[in-house]
DNA sequence: CCTAAACTGTCACCCCATGACACAAATATC
DNA sequence: GATATTTGTGTCATGGGGTGACAGTTTAGG
């Protein structure tokens, strides 16, 4: 009974009561019957209701911002955001059907959808310094369209995901965000 | 003392208190204090403490949609949306100090951030019929093309108007959203 | 002036979230 | 193996956002 394990058992639990049950409808009080723990404890486990669909932005945005840093220094900009989700598509195979649950829970939820774009914001932040050193001119210039390159990529990224959840899952994440950068520079 | 005037006189006096105090810190209790009316009269003018800060997205966005519906028809669609956007600079000029505080408020608080990220996707539904009017293909290629075009503008109109804030309201929004659609096509 | 609608405050309640505390279990140390 | 320490847990109390119900008051209209 490891502390991950927990917190796997309870994160199920919920995801499942979240599906069918509504996330708004489902109390923490359910949860923690359904797991078998004081609702108290559950907040030992997660921050908040939302985080148990919603995982931490940063842990992520690390990995997404050192893709980046790692493409070659003449590749083109737009070419190397496109890049820095290549570790997303690893983590939406990994379990589709969990992955599918989420973004159903997430897409037919208020709350849940902007605590998601935060996320961007919180990964444009990351990205800034990363995509403005491959731009020329100013700082102030570079600062700018850096923001507005990344927003319009994780722009993309947004809706090749819920396309692929309207597609339950039927076309690869890859093809559909390959697809999605293409648009922009039509 | 109509029902917009009292409306607005909570509005005036919890922005103040926000800007000063920050979001998270003032409670309704402090607005209603220091309105004079009860806490629960408060949510009798406002269904929630964050619709002080953000409108309604839906009667602008059916503003936003109706201006791109009336474009000319053989205008390019990027330019289309571009254009969709301008009545928004009037409401940006006609109280540059409460659009400054509002802008502001939200830009340190991540909840209501994100909240205003929400507005995209009610804005880009109702856009998205009227953009994807103006593609060519299948029906889906122009759904998913539609928004992500659409997506990519209100990038824009989000980098621009953060933009907007940080320069304290010394530059046009227009100026400034007029730069930030020509990167996307560079 | 009187009635009906609109508005208001108070009270009760639910839910999410957090801090404090006591207690049991697991682990470490000797 | 006995003891001490850490870790996890349930319970309780508190606070803030939000909603429904109800009674009293103000306002508008005839």
Redesign the pocket.
């Known amino acids: 009974m490891t502390?991950a394990s927990?917190r796997d058992q309870i994160a199920d639990r919920a995801l499942l009561l979240f599906d069918q049950n509504g996330f708004d409808e489902?109390?923490?009080?359910d949860i923690a019957l359904a797991v078998g723990?004081?609702s108290?404890?559950f907040?030992?486990y997660f921050?908040?209701?939302?985080d148990v669909v919603l995982n931490d932005p940063t842990p992520f945005g690390e990995i997404v911002r050192d893709t980046a840093a790692a493409r070659p220094a003449n590749e083109p900009v737009w070419a190397v955001l496109r890049r820095a989700f290549d570790p997303l598509h690893a983590t939406t195979v990994v379990d589709v059907t969990r992955g599918l649950r989420i973004m159903r829970i997430m897409m037919s939820t208020a709350s849940l959808r902007a605590r998601n774009l935060e996320k961007h914001i919180t990964w444009a932040a990351m990205l800034e310094p990363v995509i403005a050193a491959r731009l020329s001119g100013s700082d102030e210039s570079r600062r700018f369209r850096a923001q507005i390159l990344i927003h319009s990529a994780l722009a993309c990224l947004d809706v090749a995901l819920a396309e692929w959840t309207r597609r339950d899952g039927s076309t690869d994440v890859a093809t559909l965000l390959d697809e999605a950068f293409e648009i922009p520079n039509s």
Chains 1, 2 share one sequence.
């Open positions: 502390r927990v489902t109390t923490i009080d723990i004081s108290r404890s907040f030992r921050p908040a209701k939302e």
